[in-house]
């Protein structure tokens, strides 16, 4: 138990669906991010939030929207996502810079896109 | 920019045998360089992290890590393997320029023999 929690931890969404991923920390951290991890590919860092402020998106397609109402709590919304989508979605969490620099995970939530 | 390689995708060893994960990353200055590990169907957890001083580094399970900046390296070992230290393992560095960011290698995944 990293102290990061994610729901739903297993979803299968159609292509017109709308669907939310919901990500929270009990660590107290500031920044939050998301991930996406594909079978033989790289972990691919898709969006950042410092402070509840986006600091970070990598060219990720408008179909996934992210939201962080406050420090603890990281959405990340879906809408017509396409069949390459599916892949397994990681948050996670650290304090910020400095030698408190360390990421913590949640357990992640896999996406089946049908 | 910064880049992490993890040149061997996949290893298997024998239980009770030694284990050496290798890393090797292209940064500027003195990295961030982290160590983490991903049980099937679960988040990464950290194992070790290095940020200054003694270059040998411990960590978590019995794992430790040596930077080498001769070497651009940050190899894991392991003295003695057991069969639930089958995972993927994750090298990754830290983005100076940017006090949230990390980047991953690839990965390798550790297959034990009994």
């Known amino acids: 138990e990293t102290g990061v929690t994610q729901t739903p931890r297993h979803l299968v969404m159609g292509m017109t669906n709308k669907k939310s991923l919901k990500c929270e920390q009990h660590l107290g951290h500031n920044a939050m991010y998301w991930y996406k991890q594909s079978a033989k590919k790289p972990l691919e860092l898709m969006f950042v939030y410092n402070f509840k402020e986006q600091t970070e998106n990598n060219s990720v397609p408008s179909r996934f929207s992210p939201e962080c109402p406050n420090s603890s709590h990281l959405f990340l919304h879906l809408h017509t996502l396409q069949p390459e989508d599916s892949a397994l979605y990681l948050c996670a969490s650290s304090q910020g810079g400095g030698e408190n620099y360390e990421q913590y995970f949640g357990p992640g939530t896999r996406l089946t896109v049908t | 920019a910064q880049s992490v390689t993890q040149p061997d995708i996949h290893i298997t060893v024998s239980e009770g045998a030694s284990l050496e994960l290798r890393c090797n990353y292209s940064?500027?200055?003195?990295?961030?360089l982290f160590w983490y590990v991903q049980s099937p169907g679960q988040g990464l957890q950290l194992l070790l992290k290095?940020?200054?001083?003694?270059?040998l580094v411990q960590g978590i399970k019995g794992f430790e890590a040596e930077f080498k900046r001769s070497q651009s390296s940050f190899n894991l070992r392991k003295p003695s393997v057991h069969w639930s230290d089958a995972a993927e393992y994750f090298c990754?560095?830290?983005?100076?320029?940017?006090?949230?960011?990390?980047?991953f290698g690839s990965g390798t995944r550790l297959s034990i023999r009994p």
């Open positions: 990754a560095v830290g983005d100076s320029s940017s006090a949230s960011k990390i980047i």
């Open positions: 940064y500027g200055a003195t990295p961030y």
């Open positions: 290095y940020f200054s001083g003694d270059t």
